[in-house]
DNA sequence: CTGTTAGCGCCTTCAA
DNA sequence: TTGAAGGCGCTAACAG
């Protein structure tokens, strides 16, 4: 009884403790479920129920209309912390990755999880490692610390990776990455289907001999490149009955895929069609192109891989096959907090062609 | 006493309940301070104040000794969520936007808030409104809820903004954005001085004469565009002696950018130099000037601002005042959580210069 | 030097 | 239909 005064008297004296003498801050300045029972004149357990809706205990209408009418007057919100450790569940999930700040990739899929976080009213605690493996861990215990529902182990490049030692047992979907024994459910973009679909975007427009690929490099773990390689073969069999022309190795950068184009060009190298692994690589393409009197799409044909801004901003724009990262972000997230999430499940996000003015028709 | 020991059984059996039949759990698998004391056989009080090197209280070294040890057998790590509730702190900082997803920009503050917050052993929890005010209000809502520490109020776009309501009374920084009665403190750029900075270049190239702005935009909340040419305007004059030559308006981006600088470039116009109020601006200059038969810097020198990757990936790279997006995000999480945030202030970071090969030396 | 105790705000079993 | 009471895991008076 006492303890319900005091609580009282502090509860309602909105202490105003100014920092500094800048930002004045309100504590405790939050109507409690006892405030609210208080005002409506009931028990905390009774008002508990209202508020939770809980149609299984009879509460009668009238009781119903008060707490109701209290919760509003007082603005009451439920003080999550207290929720958090009653229920041991925290309505937030994590997401770690290697890299945040690099290009705006990584942006794209924390946007999609985000909004899908919101829609199942939860929050999203982010950690980037930087690929350090000590913040790594660090950033994992912090999560777990703080009982996040899930976590989302995300990678900027798409790779095959080991599951921290920390996250094993626990609730987690790997984003963007794949386990090497496939033991973490994964979402990553259906990089087959992708090159597929490069090939048949310049399938559908007549070209079909005198197509290269720019841009494979052999990097162990990175998946997006040999998947794409293969799904633009395949397809340029199957569905064109032609094998690809050849494959111009370079780094996935402008510079490099500049020189490496211009070097191929000057030995006299005239392609009909380039598919370029990413859009970087195109951009480099157009510029040993333009250096060589050759126009897009003109004298040659190009699409690529990302869709990224850049690929609106060349001229004439790219196109481009699609890498759903908001989508990739958002599944993941739906597919953390789903009931039936199994082991080996692996969730391939179809890549959407974006189409530009790239691509002559023949 | 009974509690204790229910306590034990329940906290001890960490009971793997398995999800569907796949990702298997551990729930209250981890030990609390209870068990820790058990074990180093000491009261609650005692271990608390070992494991918070409490040293106001004295605890015999034997008895430290064993705490610690027994924490470190058990993998003792306390529960955050109790300690939010007891201590009304949860060592997060919250930071809401408008958009996340647009451009790295915004990663890069993420990213370095994100760092700045894991040195003071913060988490950042983040949130998307996409623009839209119930959105934001909600965000704020959900993280009040949650009782983070601050809340970080981030823009993508520098600009003037009113804090929203919700927000009032609370601690927190404005990132990129200032408020409209300078009632909260701040972090932004330093545009003036990244304008001196970017005409600077050019006087030190030994430009002076034939200086014309590309982009000026009359946007009424942006801050960036007038800041930076007045920036322009006043070094070329108190630095170099002359005068602007002028400023050719166009809307931020490449395609605009190309088509306002192809019309102008027409009607005969011959620059010598063009300070492009952004990198895509710039961009949509290179390939007008390309067109239009002119080579950078050779017959037209050209700085920007940003300093974004597409800056290092045109031919050749454009010398650009970079936006020190990371350094905001940290200054902001570091003034958020300093003891002296007073309410006017706004700390205005400097743009650094990233030469490339964009400007003549004449 | 160390233990007992009382909550932080909430949910929920049990009894009335 | 409602209320009292216990406890989630932790900290901090206050006793001993």
Redesign the interface.
Known sequence: MSGRFSREAISRSSC?CP??????????ARATLVDVARVAGVSTTTASYVLNDRNDMRISDEAGRRVREAAVTLGY??????L??RT?R?M?VGLISD??????F???M???A??AA?TIDH??????S?GDAD?ET??I???????VDGILYATLVTSRITLPAGLR????VLLNCVAEDHS??AVVPDEVDGGRRAARALLEAGHGDGVFVVGEEPEPDALAGPARLAGIRECLMQEGGVELAGVLPCAWA??PA?EAVSKWLATGARPAALVCLND?IA?GAY?AL?DAGLHVPADVSVVSFDAS??A??L?PALTSVAVPY?ELGAQAVRMLMS???????VVEVPMPVQHGGSVARL
Do not use: C, K
Not at 99 to 104: I, K, R
Not at 141 to 147: F, I, K, N, T, V
């Open positions: 105003e920092i500094s003498e800048g930002v004045a801050v309100h504590r405790r919100r439920p003080n999550r912390n207290a958090n450790l041991a925290t937030t890299y945040l700040a690099s290009g705006h990584a942006s794209r924390l946007s999609g985000s909004a919101r929050l999203l605690v982010i950690g980037e930087e913040v660090e950033l215990a912090e999560m777990l610390d703080r009982e047992d626990h609730r987690v973490v459910p402008v510079v500049f970087r951009m510029q333009d801004e850049l609106s901003w001229n908001a009931d039936d999430v199994r082991a080996g499940t």
